[in-house]
């Protein structure tokens, strides 16, 4: 498992910006698949996006395609989710997350991060 440390949420207007980062200690790094999640009351813990251990591949939800970009750093142990166009149901708690394989699906990734609070105001 590796530790995880989101940070970089906060409270922006709707079509503002915010850059999340996710910071990964422990060994082997770029072995990990690293997906993005968030979780509201309403709809519970969601998938956003995740991108594989060598950064070649990518995918987002529906939901956010076109507008968030995922990336990542092997060298500095770190993955960031650039959102852009943001709507207010984009609000969530977003968390980062590590697992052996690239998937959608929570259940796939062992390691969590404490999440971060993204509001966007109407």
């Not at 906060?10 to 980062?21: E, H, I, K, T």
């Not at 979780?39 to 507008?67: I, L, N, Q, W």
């Amino acid at each position: 498992q590796v530790l995880l440390a989101e940070s970089g949420g906060g409270l922006v207007q709707a079509g503002g910006s915010l850059r999340l980062s996710c910071a990964a200690s422990g060994r082997a790094f770029s072995t990990y698949a690293m997906g993005w999640f968030r979780h509201t009351p309403e709809k519970g813990r969601e998938f956003v996006s995740y991108v594989s251990g060598d950064g070649r591949y990518t995918y987002y939800s529906d939901a956010v395609k076109g507008r968030f970009t995922i990336s990542r750093d092997n060298a500095k142990n770190t993955v960031t989710l650039q959102m852009t166009a943001l709507q207010p149901e984009d609000t969530a708690v977003y968390y980062c997350a590590a697992g052996p394989l690239a998937s959608t699906s929570l259940t796939a990734y062992d390691s969590w991060g404490q999440g971060t609070q993204v509001s966007v105001s109407s």
